[in-house]
T-cell receptor, first 115, second 115 residues
């Protein structure tokens, strides 16, 4: 089955630790995205990547880092510099960016909590 | 400053009736609009989209209307079913600029279908 896999579903981090969230897609999509959702809020864009070895900051990139070494993988690292990391993190992908009839498809998310 | 606004946090509709979810945007560069449905602890699922060259798009029970002059779009669900109970997000993009710049989301409307 083609889709986007995020792991783990739940993740706990101690203060001061970095943590990496995994996102893998087998849809052969070029573009991948990371969003963050807080309670009662919409999704906010953290980082996006249109092609391998290239990525751009979104609206709330501070305290996060990404890499795109392979087309199918776009891991997100939440660093200790992120002051409020507790949130629901969603990864998405799409064909060659956003075009009509080719929307972004989402994984099921990772919920990150601070211990 | 919110560029995509969903002013109704929740909406309750009787089963079988029409559900109308509204969305307003402020950015004139937006020209592609999407609706997503989301259940708790899951990723959003794409429902329907519309480009700015159209004012209506229909897919089964779902119809999206776009009023560019008012910068307003709405999602109609007819007839409403219990399985439609979820949070609905409106999202927008300026795709024709060639961008895979990610989507801008509203805060969502929680639709509750009453039996």
């Amino acid at each position: 089955d083609g889709g986007i896999t995020q792991s783990p579903k739940y993740l706990f981090r101690k203060e001061g630790q970095n943590v990496t969230l995994s996102c893998e897609q087998n849809l052969n999509h070029d573009a991948m995205y990371w969003y963050r959702q807080d309670p009662g809020q919409g999704l906010r864009l953290i980082y996006y990547s249109q092609i391998v070895n290239d990525f751009q900051k979104g609206d709330i990139a501070e305290g996060y880092s990404v890499s795109r070494e392979k087309k199918e993988s776009f891991p997100l690292t939440v660093t200790s510099a992120q002051k409020n990391p507790t949130a629901f993190y969603l990864c998405a992908s799409s064909i060659k960016g956003i075009t009509i009839g080719q929307p972004q498809h989402f994984g099921d998310g990772t919920r990150l909590s601070i211990l | 400053d919110q560029q995509v606004k969903q002013n109704s946090p929740s909406l309750s509709v009787q089963e079988g009736r029409i559900s109308i979810l509204n969305c307003d945007y402020t950015n004139s560069m937006f020209d592609y609009f999407l609706w997503y449905k989301k259940y708790p602890a899951e990723g959003p699922t794409f429902l329907i989209s519309i480009s700015s060259i159209k004012d209506k798009n229909e897919d089964g029970r779902f119809t999206v209307f776009l009023n560019k002059s008012a910068k307003h779009l709405s999602l109609h669900i007819v007839p409403s079913q219990p399985g439609d109970s979820a949070v609905y997000f409106c999202a927008a993009s300026g795709y024709s600029g060639g961008g895979a710049d990610g989507l801008t989301f509203g805060k969502g409307t929680h639709l509750i279908i009453q039996p």
